[in-house]
């Protein structure tokens, strides 16, 4: 009987030595973890930083690398001044937030093309897309390049970037006309990824998407204020590369190649900390756009 319930205690001991099983980590805690090695800094020569007339900040991040002319032209209009004495006028309910000049006759910079290209998807071109592995309802294959969420037509081979919540694009008229930058929005509300391959989405906001989608509604059609005492005017819109080194801003995104991103990602479709009762195994592109943060 000793030697029976001697057996009978194996398995309680062996039980109480057994390690305990990782607590699952959040997304947040897996980036505070993540090594400097796996972040990358953004150019500040494709910053455009906007400051607003009450003092609050708007900081875009430009996107050369899939809408060429567009970001050459926004970047030329910033350098020229064109947008002094602009303002936000258009704040649409879970849509967007576009500023400009509203129809101005003002000249055009010179360098400007009045008439850019249909800059709203490229040829794949050998990019490395790192794919989401979750299914998505526009095209066959999404993911991420150089920091960027996409979207592929794998029948053509073509890529364009996909509308998420703080993506900047192109106001524009009817085509042909592509708007040529004096007229930009934000998308404030959840990503309205049919305007993708539609207009051109020439980057995002990474830093101070709050002072846009915070903004009182236009009551007018569609999202316009009505009365041009409600639009908020902006101080300046400069580049990032023309602002002093001490006043300069600077971000870094997670490399999507890192391990610490493919461990965040996972985590995104699977959350298992203590909020979470059912792990959702997936997620939607625009749930999971690449994060940044900023550096000093």
Not at 79 to 108: C, F, M, S
Not at 124 to 144: A, H, I, K, Q, R
Not at 266 to 278: A, G, P, T
Request: net charge neutral.
């Amino acid at each position: 009987m000793r030697r029976l319930a001697a057996l009978a205690l194996i398995p309680l001991i062996a039980a109480a030595q057994a390690p305990t099983p990782a607590k699952p980590k959040t997304p947040g805690e897996i980036l505070a973890e993540a090594p400097k090695a796996d972040w990358r800094e953004i150019a500040a020569d494709d910053l455009l930083v906007i400051e607003l007339k009450d003092g609050r900040r708007v900081v875009i991040q430009l996107a050369p690398e899939f809408a060429p002319v567009h970001a050459a032209n926004i970047k030329a209009l910033a350098k020229a001044g064109y947008w002094q004495g602009a303002a936000i006028y258009r704040v649409h309910d879970n849509y967007v937030a576009q500023w400009g000049n509203n129809e101005t006759e003002k000249p055009l910079p010179a360098g400007v093309v009045a008439q850019p290209p249909a800059e709203y998807f490229r040829p794949l071109d050998g990019l490395e897309v790192v794919p989401l592995g979750s299914p998505d309802p526009y095209e066959p294959l999404v993911g991420y390049v150089h920091g960027w969420p996409v979207a592929v037509d794998t029948s053509d081979k073509t890529i364009n970037l996909a509308h998420c919540y703080a993506s900047v694009g192109v106001g524009r008229g009817l085509s042909p006309d592509t708007g040529m930058g004096g007229e930009l929005y934000a998308v404030s509300g959840h990503g309205p990824r049919a305007l993708d391959r539609v207009i051109a989405n020439v980057g995002r906001v990474v830093s101070g998407i709050e002072n846009l989608s915070s903004l009182p509604r236009g009551t007018e059609a569609p999202g316009f204020y009505k009365e041009r005492s409600m639009d908020v005017p902006m101080a300046s819109v400069r580049r990032g590369s023309t602002m002093p080194e001490g006043e300069r801003p600077r971000f870094e995104y997670l490399d999507e190649k890192s391990r610490s991103f493919a461990a965040w990602l996972q985590v995104k479709k699977n959350r298992q900390d203590d909020f979470y009762i059912h792990p959702a195994g997936g997620v939607d592109l625009c749930n999971a756009t690449v994060p940044v943060r900023a550096v000093g």
